[in-house]
Structure formats: structure tokens, C-alpha cells
């Protein structure tokens, strides 16, 4: 569904609240348009500080979470996210680490372990259903 205004159109936001961590900040760019044009409310942000950050400032139905970052990794930020916001569902997303990574995340309540590169019909798929099973949709 979308709405028309100045011959442009614009997503009509009906899906989850989804918040895009990564330090690749093209990447975290390209995604967020990607979910915007089907229906998600999406923020991206650079780095786990500023998902943390972001978090105490709005919730957010679902943290698409890259496990391999600078400072604080997507292993701690999920850690930190699950004691704090535990209703939160977090899909992690590397092109490292591997299964033994994946394992390591969802031992500590991550939904989903996505590795790149992933098609964007999978990540949507995976969002909806983290939404659905976190009970908040």
C-alpha cells in the first residue's frame, strides 16, 4: 500500500518497527530503503552503542543485528538488548563467524542467525516471524 504526494511514492508504514545494526553503514542504508518500500518502520544504526542507545529512546519490534562489529560485538549488543528489552525479537546477521556464532546467539535468546549474503525475501520472512512469534503483532 502506498500514498501518492508530489508525483513521488511513499511506503505506508504497517509492518514491525525493525531496527538495522551494522558498521557497514552502506549496507545498513540499503536495507533500511529495501524494508521501507514493503511496509516496515525501519531505523538503521552504525554500531551496538548506538542500537542501545536508539533502543532507550523507542521500542522496536525486531533488531536485525550484525554479529562482527568494531567495539562492541553483536554477541554483547544481543546480550545487552535481551537483559534489557527481553520482548525484542533479534535476528543476527554476519558473513562470519559461522555456526558456531549462530549458536552462541541463540543460546542467548536470538531468534534467527542470517548469514550473508541473504536475500531480502528471507530477511523479511524472518522479520515477520520474529514479530509474530515475539507476541507483538
Known sequence: MTEKSNNQ?????????VLVVDDELDFVETLVKRLERRGFKVTGVGSGQDALLK????????VILDVMMPGMDGIETLREIKLAWPKT??????????????????AYGAYSYLLK?????IVV???YMAFEEGGLG
Open 9 to 17: 511514492i511513499a511506503p505506508v508504514h504497517t509492518g514491525p518497527s
Open 55 to 62: 533502543l532507550g529512546e523507542k521500542s522496536f519490534d525486531v
Open 89 to 106: 525479537q533479534v535476528i543476527l546477521l554476519s558473513g562470519h563467524g559461522g555456526e558456531e556464532m549462530g549458536m552462541r546467539g541463540m
Open 117 to 121: 549474503p541473504v536475500s531480502l525475501k
Open 125 to 127: 520472512e524472518t522479520a
